[in-house]
């Protein structure tokens, strides 16, 4: 049954429309005219009356030409409005975090990619006898560094068991460990659901990032958070950014709900279970912050690293509209090659580093039919 909602609410949502400055173009003209179909296209996104509303959008574009940020709806699809500068659930997109700090940990020699995890993880939480079961075998002993991060580790994503869902709605206030979401990794037989052997295919995966998330924490002998903190947050200025249940929120911008259907998750559920693979918060300026300082080697001491983190995704290995690196996709939006990270929540975050755009985008929902790519590509093409 579709939702109710009020005469109310779909106007509002229609109206507020909060942008922020464009820079880079001389002419007012032209700034005012591509703000005007920067804006129509946001405002086009909404489906409120529906089974998966829409009630918010935020959009942050960045090219040579243009730097442009706006928001619509309603934050908390109420009555709150939506303003660019609202943080948001990242989702997977918090990847590519997690992947930096390995590539880093591998600069400072800490770790290596070819070298199998049991010798960075090997204890009972993990269990490397019985992590992946193929055939009646096992091969959690096989799998390396380099096969979380680019998903070719085989072991299977416990959130794809059609029991995830029912279990987090029935129990919504669960706090999450490493050591509680491996616990539902075995208690579904995940483990024993393996497509290929180690570096035999590609299967996307969270249990990949839980897995680099804990190395992480056994090699610093410090919180993954904190690592977060210390290595790229802090650095990069990114004040309104945090992982989320498992630390205190930072900066002063109010966060904006997201939705599964008409759930709010972000006051009816915890969704600490997201961790290494995907548990920050964030906004889109300070999320373009962080991929154009990647792509700028701020975040590395050797500019061969970033080479590392993408050639595995010009290799051609992927889903069906990307190929996969070290934490990174690559995909083609509007015949040219971005590369970034998407995330459950139907956010984007993508650069084209030939052209120098950037763009960010959310739309706090995780049924938006289509919507999340034509929001992004519509947008590229305006500023190209």
């Known amino acids: 049954m579709l939702r109710n909602v009020s005469a109310q609410l779909a106007v509002m949502l229609l109206i507020f429309i909060v942008m922020e400055g464009c820079t880079n173009i001389n002419n007012e003209d032209d700034v005012r005219v591509l703000s005007t179909k920067l804006d129509t296209l946001m405002n086009s996104m909404f489906i409120v009356k529906s089974e998966d509303p829409i009630y918010n959008a935020v959009l942050l574009v960045e090219s040579p030409k243009i730097t442009w940020e706006g928001a619509a709806g309603l934050a908390d699809g109420k009555q709150e409005i939506m303003t660019p500068k609202h943080k948001f659930k990242i989702a997977s997109i918090g990847k590519m975090f997690t992947a930096t700090i390995v590539l880093q940990l591998i600069e400072e020699g800490y770790l290596k990619l070819d070298v199998p995890i049991k010798e960075y993880l090997d204890n009972p939480i993990v269990i490397m006898d019985s992590l992946l079961i193929y055939e009646g075998k096992s091969y959690g002993r096989q799998i390396t560094i380099e096969q979380l991060l ?53 299967e996307y995966s969270d249990v990949n990032y839980v897995l680099l998330a804990m190395i992480i924490e056994r090699l610093t002998e410090q919180t993954y ?7 790229i947050f ?84 992927g889903g069906v509209d990307y190929t996969y690196g070290f934490g990174i996709m690559k995909r083609t939006i509007d015949g040219l090659i971005f590369y970034g990270h998407g995330g459950a929540y139907d956010c984007d975050l993508f650069f084209c580093p030939e052209k120098n755009i950037s763009v960010c985008m959310s739309l706090n929902q995780m049924n938006t039919h289509g919507k999340r790519d034509e929001l992004v590509m519509k947008a590229v093409k305006l500023i190209m």
């Open 150 to 202: 680019s998903h070719t580790s085989g072991l299977k994503d416990y959130m794809e068991d059609p029991r995830f869902i029912p279990d987090v709605a029935q129990n919504p206030n669960t706090q999450f460990s490493a050591r509680k979401i491996l616990e539902k990794y075995y208690e579904y037989h995940t483990n024993r659901k393996a497509s290929f052997q180690p570096g035999n295919g590609f």
């Open 225 to 231: 958070h904190s690592q977060l903190r210390t290595r």
């Open 234 to 317: 802090d650095p990069l200025e990114m004040k309104n950014s945090y992982l989320e249940y498992y630390e205190e929120p930072r900066g002063e911008k109010p966060l904006s709900h997201a939705f599964f259907g008409i759930m709010d998750l972000t006051t009816e559920i915890n969704t600490s279970f997201d961790w290494g693979g995907g548990g920050i918060v964030s906004t889109c300026d300070e999320l373009n912050t962080f991929i154009r300082a990647l792509f700028c080697n701020k975040l590395f001491k050797n500019e061969l690293t970033l080479q590392r983190m993408l050639e595995a995704a010009d290799e051609g290995r």
